[in-house]
C-alpha cells in the first residue's frame, strides 16, 4: 500500500477518487461459482469475492490518505470544504465495506471448519484484511497528528506567547470562543483571531471524527482477530463431539461384543442340553427296553 501518493497528481482536486464503488464491484464478479460442480468451487467463488471487496477497500484507503495530504497543503477555505466532503464519502464507503467484509470472511471461516484448504483460503483473506485494517489505522493516526500540529501553529499565531497546555486546550475546545475572547478583544488582530477561530474549530471537528474512525478501526481489528478464537472453540466442539461418538460407538461395539458372546454361551448350552437329554434317554432305553427283548426271547 502506497503512503506517498502524490496529492496533486490529480488536475481536479475534488474530483472523485478513481475508486469504483464497492456495490458496483460486488455485482460485477462472477456469480458462476455454483454452478462448477463442486462444493468447493463454490467456497472459492465467495473467496474470490471477498477478495475483490479487499481490492476495493485497500483502494479507499489510499484515496483517504491522499485526501488527507490534499487538506493539510490546501489554503483556499472554498476548495477545502469540497475536499472535506469527498473524503467524508470515501470514508463512509470504507466503513460500509469493512462490515460487509467481516461477515463474509467470518462466514467463510465457519463454511472452512472441515475442510483444511478451505481454512487456509479463509484465513488468508482474514490476514489480509487485518493487514488493511492496520495500514488504515496508521493512516488516520498519523493525519490526526499532523491536524493537531496544524491546528497548534494556527493558534500559535493569534497567541504567539501560549503555552504548551493553552495550545493543547485551544486545540480540545469544543467551542474555542473562550480561548480566543482575548485574541478577538485585541482590535489589531480581531480579523486575525477570527480566522485561526474558524480554522481550529475546523480542526478540531476533524479530530473528532478521526478518533471516531480509529476507535471503530480498533473494534473491528480485535473482532476480526477475536474470529481466531471462535473457530478454534468451534474445531474444539466438533472435536468433542466426535470423540464423544467414537466413544458411544466404541461403547456400542462393546456392548454388541459381549451379547453375541453371551449367545454363542446360550447356544452352546442348549446344544449340551439336548446332548444330556439324549443320553438320558438311550440310557433309558438301554435299562428299560433290552431288558424286555431279552426276555422275550
Known amino acids: 500500500m502506497n503512503y506517498n501518493t502524490n496529492p496533486y497528481e490529480s488536475q481536479n482536486p475534488y474530483e472523485a477518487p478513481a475508486v469504483d464503488s464497492y456495490e458496483m464491484n460486488t455485482q460485477s464478479n462472477v456469480r458462476t461459482a455454483g454452478t462448477g460442480g463442486g462444493d468447493f468451487v463454490e467456497f472459492m467463488g465467495k473467496i474470490n469475492e471477498i477478495n475483490h471487496e479487499l481490492d476495493t477497500y485497500e483502494q479507499l484507503i489510499n484515496s483517504v490518505d491522499t485526501y488527507h495530504k490534499r487538506l493539510l497543503a490546501e489554503v483556499n477555505e472554498d476548495q477545502e470544504l ?89 486545540i480540545n475546545d469544543v467551542g474555542g470562543q473562550q480561548i480566543f475572547s482575548q485574541a478577538l478583544l485585541n482590535a489589531n488582530r480581531r480579523g486575525e483571531a477570527k480566522t485561526a477561530l474558524a480554522e481550529v474549530q475546523a480542526r478540531h471537528q476533524e479530530l473528532l471524527k478521526l478518533e471516531k474512525t480509529m476507535a471503530e478501526l480498533t473494534q473491528l481489528f480485535n473482532d476480526m482477530e477475536q474470529l481466531v478464537v471462535e473457530q478454534q472453540e468451534n474445531i474444539e466442539v466438533i472435536d468433542k463431539n466426535v470423540e464423544d461418538a467414537q466413544q458411544d460407538v466404541e461403547q456400542g461395539v462393546g456392548h454388541t461384543n459381549k451379547a453375541v458372546t453371551s449367545a454363542k454361551r446360550a447356544r452352546k448350552n442348549k446344544i449340551r442340553c439336548w446332548i444330556i437329554v439324549f443320553l438320558i434317554f438311550a440310557v433309558i432305553v438301554v435299562v428299560v427296553v433290552v431288558p424286555s427283548v431279552v426276555k422275550t426271547r
Open 82 to 170: 469540497q475536499l472535506r466532503r469527498t473524503l467524508d464519502d470515501i470514508v463512509s464507503q470504507a466503513s460500509d465495506l469493512q462490515y460487509q467484509l467481516k461477515s463474509k470472511i467470518k462466514s467463510a471461516q465457519q463454511a472452512g471448519l472441515h475442510d483444511a484448504s478451505k481454512q487456509a483460503q479463509a484465513e488468508n483473506s482474514r490476514q489480509r484484511f487485518l493487514k488493511a485494517i492496520q495500514d488504515y489505522r496508521i493512516i488516520e493516526s498519523n493525519y490526526k497528528e499532523e491536524n493537531k500540529e496544524q491546528a497548534m501553529r494556527q493558534y500559535r499565531v493569534v497567541q504567539p506567547d501560549a503555552t504548551d497546555a493553552e495550545v493543547e486546550n485551544a
